[in-house]
């Protein structure tokens, strides 16, 4: 049988998952980096105004992504 959780357990826990840290924001940052790095070649295939909405709908897609 489990033992009733404690307000020093329950802070405890608490500090353990906020400091959790399993890279995810790692990723979407290079991720972006990567997107950042196309930006100029798209931008001349597609033209200033295409390629920033393109970009924004990555991005977009990028931060709705990281759960």
Known sequence: ME?????REAQRRTVRLVNYED???DILLGLIFLALSLYPITRRLLGP???LGLFLVVLALLVAGLP
């Open 3 to 7: 033992q009733p959780l404690t307000p």
């Open 23 to 25: 890279g995810l924001w």
């Open 49 to 51: 105004e295409l390629n």
